[in-house]
């Protein structure tokens, strides 16, 4: 804000030893901060800005009346008033001198008090514009918390801003105090102003709560629609319009910078508007008037920290952001933490302060201007605003209470705090009376002529005096109406109860309908199964019938093959019989072969004697019974080899007898076999005759039990359409029934309804006498009065 402290920084000089003399400590200073400062203000230009920055409290007034309920505007309104109202005279008391009075050790002003020590006009042109700024900060706490605080703990909370928490933090920073000697820059109050009103106005509504009708019960909120939004827009620009003396008074003359500290205001506030009903748009489908004004707002606030110090572009972004921001703020407020501030103050004020404050060493080309200096500026502004303003609210709560009753909140603060209403509001108290069941249309609504309320109060009157001419014939009709729907009740009652006699006779008969119906058709579905059965028997029988036919083919079939058999049998009987013969033959052959064996035996048994005898002779005879020899030793060969042969000769003949004794044996068995096959063969053959006999005998019975079957088939087919036409008979006859059992029932419940509708219209007339019978109405009076 200060000129002075920029040309400090520019010249790399700490703040604070433009105001120590030589005589003094760290935090003394020969003069106080508003002489120095005012020495190079311009009067001119501080009174013309002070009465711009004034005028922003009609502004506010504006934008947060158009943002109330009807109820509350006035109370809205006047909390406005007063905050300029008592905060000048606080500030001019005491809150003056605690800001810019000499500083003790950094922490507060000491003189100044009741402008003691002002002497020229650049010294009350500062004051002025200061007081103007005090009101600011005042009445940004008014709109979080509309619409149900107690307006006697308002002006306390109004009074302890304006003379104690603005005027100490804005010494800190300000007014030469520790915070502005760590290099801290707010030029126009981003922080000082806007974020320490945004912060009490939060704390103050947490302590309150929201209103009345805010958060359904489920928690999810309720749009509560100010009352008049065309306001509100004007009150933006009257805001606007006003801030062009806020940024660019705080130069304190008209120097080269001023043009472009209200072209950063203008852009700035352009277009956090324009970011903020896009984002609007985006989120809720919807162009939100109540999001595009608080977004300027949000702009303007956001580059009052630095609109000396930016570049237009810089400008440009830093209220994009702040737009943005306003509504991202104002969702988690409401949505999140369920808090119900009114015109948005802490999102416009607190957040988008803070924004501005903490980028202005990343959007300005001023290298001295340093970061850590600035958190720690927007951090002490958050614990003194809001723990000052909670234990503020908090003692106001449990003291003289700090809400409005909930029948105060419900009438509305404008009534209940101030008695002052308007033709609106009575006209809306008048009809809700009457909504309410008050009952005497005789008192007329009053009328205030010439106001579009006392218009519509005419005509309602006129509504109420043809509404009293129609309760009037009601309640005479009413009572005709109720004791003809007595007559018609009872009249309908007696009926039904004859109609019901009958019905009950007509359900006996039909009960005997019933079970004759209900045995007849036992009946026939009997016969159904029977001819079931009887079907399921012919195709039985059918079957039996081919099956003992093909039965008796087979077995045919199976006699002839058995005779063919028993012949193959017999014939192999005989050459078995004949292969017997040969055997024996055989046996014969061999014995009379063995007998010729033993025969060669025996010669060979005598040559071999004979070569004996000739070999000794030959021997005896020397040299000439040589060849005697010789033809002994060829005798003796002879005999040893017809000995050997014999000797084989001997064991084949065995073996062949053997053969031939075991084959007589096999072909003996084999023959023994075949006999006996053979006589089993034929008594086969003898039983498949007798079972042919008897499957024929069968065949023939079971042939006439299906002729006998079909023949109970076609009884049965005979007897079933009989059945058939009876059922259809007897079904005709019971739907008769059923028909006038249903029309008895028919009309039985018609004479109920009727019965029903008697009562229903007897029940209406007691409600027509009962809703009528509270109202008042002037040809009542006239006969009251005609009686006495």
Not at 191 to 219: P, Y
Not at 322 to 336: C, D, P, Q, R, Y
Not at 490 to 502: C, F, K, P, V
Not at 723 to 746: D, Q, T, W
Request: a negative charge; charged letters at 20%; glycine letters at 10%.
């Amino acid at each position: 804000m200060k000129k002075l402290f920029k040309k400090s920084y520019q010249l790399g000089i700490p703040f604070f030893v433009l105001l120590i003399g030589a005589n003094h400590s760290l935090f003394g200073e020969s003069e106080s901060p508003a002489h120095d400062l005012a020495k190079s203000a311009d009067p001119l230009w501080l009174i013309i800005c002070a009465a711009l920055v004034f005028f922003m409290q009609a502004g506010f007034l504006m934008l947060e009346t158009g943002l109330s309920r009807l109820k509350n505007t006035i109370n809205v309104a006047v909390k406005n008033l007063m905050d300029y109202i008592v905060g000048t005279i606080a500030f001019f008391c005491i809150g003056f001198g605690l800001m810019f009075g000499v500083s003790d050790q950094g922490w507060i002003g000491t003189n100044l008090f009741f402008l003691k020590g002002l002497t020229t006009g650049k010294d009350f042109a500062f004051f002025l514009f200061q007081v103007a700024f005090m009101g600011t900060a005042a009445t940004i706490v008014s709109g979080a918390v509309a619409e149900r605080i107690k307006f006697s703990a308002y002006l306390i909370v109004s009074i302890v801003v304006s003379l104690f928490i603005y005027p100490v933090f804005g010494h800190w920073t300000w007014g030469g105090g520790w915070i502005s000697k760590l290099g801290f820059v707010d030029f126009a109050g981003s922080t000082v102003v806007h974020s320490l009103g945004g912060w009490i106005s939060l704390a103050g509504v947490i302590v309150l709560g929201a209103r009345k009708d805010k958060f359904k019960e489920d928690g999810t909120a309720r749009k509560i629609q100010g009352h008049n939004l065309t306001f509100s827009v004007l009150g933006v620009f009257i805001l606007w319009f006003g801030w062009f003396g806020f940024n660019g008074g705080s130069a304190l003359s008209f120097t080269d910078k001023v043009p472009l500290i209200i072209l950063n205001t203008s852009l700035a506030g352009s277009v956090g508007g324009i970011l903020a009903i896009s984002v609007s748009w985006i989120l809720y489908r919807i162009a939100s008037v109540e999001e595009c004004m608080n977004g300027v707002l949000g702009g303007l606030v956001a580059v009052t920290a630095g609109c000396n110090e930016l570049e237009p572009s810089a400008a440009l972004l830093l209220g994009g952001i702040a737009g943005t921001s306003v509504v991202l703020s104002s969702w988690i407020l409401e949505k999140v933490f369920r808090l119900d501030d009114v015109v948005g103050a802490f999102p416009v004020h607190g957040v988008c302060g803070i924004l501005g404050t903490l980028l202005i060493p990343a959007l300005s080309k001023n290298n001295n201007i340093l970061i850590f200096p600035q958190i720690i500026g927007v951090l002490i502004c958050a614990l003194w605003a809001f723990g000052l303003g909670l234990i503020l609210f908090w003692i106001l709560k449990i003291s003289i209470g700090i809400r409005v009753n909930e029948e105060y909140e419900e009438k509305g603060l404008n009534i209940a705090e101030h008695g002052a209403g308007s033709s609106w509001i009575d006209l809306i108290h008048s009809l809700k009376g009457l909504s309410q069941g008050g009952g005497d249309l005789t008192r007329k609504i009053h009328v205030d002529p010439g106001t579009e309320a006392g218009a519509i109060a005419f005509l309602m009157n006129q509504y109420l005096s043809n509404l009293g001419e129609m309760i009037y014939t009601i309640k005479e009709k009413s009572g005709e109406l109720e004791n003809s729907a007595s007559e018609i009740s009872l009249a309908w009652s007696n009926m039904s109860h004859g109609i019901q006699e009958q019905a009950a006779s007509l359900e006996e008969v039909t009960a005997i309908f019933d079970s004759f119906r209900d045995s007849f058709q036992r009946i026939a579905s009997s016969a159904a199964e029977q001819k079931d059965i009887e079907q399921k028997a012919h195709r039985l029988l059918n079957e039996l019938v081919f099956g003992f036919q093909r039965f008796d083919s087979d077995l045919k079939l199976g006699s002839e093959k058995s005779e063919q058999s028993i012949q193959k049998i017999d014939r192999s009987r005989k050459e078995l019989d004949h292969l017997e013969l040969d055997i024996n033959d055989i046996g014969q052959s061999a014995k009379k072969v063995e007998g010729l064996v033993k025969l060669l035996n025996d010669i060979s048994v005598k040559l071999g004697m004979l070569s004996l005898n000739a070999s000794i002779e030959a021997a005896r005879s020397g040299s000439a019974g040589k060849g005697f020899g010789v033809v002994a030793e060829e005798i003796s060969k002879l005999a040893m080899n017809t000995q050997d042969s014999t000797k084989k000769a001997t064991e084949i003949l065995g073996e062949i007898q053997g053969a031939v004794s075991r084959g007589k044996e096999t072909v003996s068995g084999t023959v023994d076999f075949f006999k006996n096959l053979t006589d089993d063969f034929k008594d086969i053959a003898q039983t498949q005759m007798s079972i042919r006999n008897n499957s024929s005998q069968y065949s023939a019975m079971i042939q006439n039990l299906d002729h006998l079957n079909g023949s109970i088939t076609d009884h049965s087919e005979i007897i079933m359409k009989s059945m058939e036409e009876r059922s259809s008979e007897i079904s005709g006859l019971y739907e008769s029934v059923e028909l006038i059992s249903g029309a008895f029932h028919e009309i039985s419940t018609q004479s109920e309804e009727l019965t029903a509708t008697g009562d229903f219209l007897k029940q209406l007339a007691s409600i027509l006498n009962a809703l009528v019978r509270n109202f008042r109405v002037e040809k009542e009076i006239a006969q009251e009065m005609i009686a006495s």
